[in-house]
T-cell receptor, first 114, second 113 residues
Framework: SQTIHQWPATLVQPVGSPLSLECTVE??????LYWYRQAAGRGLQLLFY??????ISSEVPQNLSASRPQDRQFILSSKKLLLSDSGFYLC?????????????FGDGTRLSIL | QKEVEQNSGPLSVPEGAIASLNCTYS??????FFWYRQYSGKSPELIMS????GDKEDGRFTAQLNKASQYVSLLIRDSQPSDSATYLC?????????????FGSGTQLTVLP
């Protein structure tokens, strides 16, 4: 069966520090991968998605970036965190087969910026 | 008009009652519809998928789809306090980027013991 791992589960970072969140998927090949952010009490905001190695689409211009160095690895980064980057970061995957597939989420990383 | 709309709630029902959660969508060509459950502080979990008009039942959950009315609902029978969560409706677009889902803002459900 497919599993998705995200780490760390929680992170406290000072303003201006760098960020690296990692997500890996097991049990499937060529998945679509997604990064979302959810502010407290709010809906899901799609940040990036990827359909293959090195292929990244950005949905929201900001100080975050994403990379996909391997088929089942997705990384979210920032060179300098802002207070507004606080939130719950979720990685998700979906199958790339034809048709419209659901997305499956990791456990998320709760990021607090001080 | 939002692409996927849900009543934000909160919706409160007594234990044992039927909870009815509603979702409307604007893309008439959408073919797939998903319901996610998100407990407070946790990530969304897929609980139902529906692709055809009519009802789909899975245990205490029933998804209902009416494409003509662009309406999908989730019924929870014999509601339990453990069903208290936010329920998200998600719909992929019929054209363009087939890789994305549009999520509703969610309906917060509280089941009162």
């Amino acid at each position: 069966s497919q599993t998705i791992h995200q780490w760390p589960a929680t992170l406290v970072q000072p303003v201006g520090s760098p960020l690296s969140l990692e997500c890996t998927v097991e049990g499937t090949s060529n998945p679509n991968l997604y990064w979302y952010r959810q502010a407290a009490g709010r809906g899901l905001q799609l940040l990036f998605y990827s359909v293959g190695i090195g292929q990244i689409s950005s949905e929201v211009p900001q100080n975050l970036s994403a990379s996909r160095p391997q088929d089942r690895q997705f990384i979210l980064s920032s060179k300098k965190l802002l207070l507004s980057d606080s939130g719950f970061y979720l990685c998700a995957w979906s199958a790339r087969t034809g048709g419209k597939q659901p997305q499956h989420f990791g456990d998320g990383t709760r990021l607090s910026i001080l | 008009q939002k692409e996927v709309e849900q009543n934000s709630g909160p919706l409160s029902v007594p234990e044992g009652a039927i909870a009815s959660l509603n979702c409307t969508y604007s893309d008439r060509g959408s073919q797939s519809f998903f319901w996610y459950r998100q407990y407070s502080g946790k990530s969304p979990e897929l609980i139902m998928s529906i692709y055809s008009n009519g009802d789909k039942e899975d245990g205490r959950f029933t998804a209902q789809l009416n494409k003509a009315s662009q309406y999908v609902s989730l019924l929870i029978r014999d509601s339990q306090p453990s069903d208290s969560a936010t329920y998200l409706c998600a719909v992929p677009p019929s054209s363009g980027s087939a890789r994305q889902l549009t999520f509703g803002s969610g309906t917060q459900l509280t089941v009162l013991p």
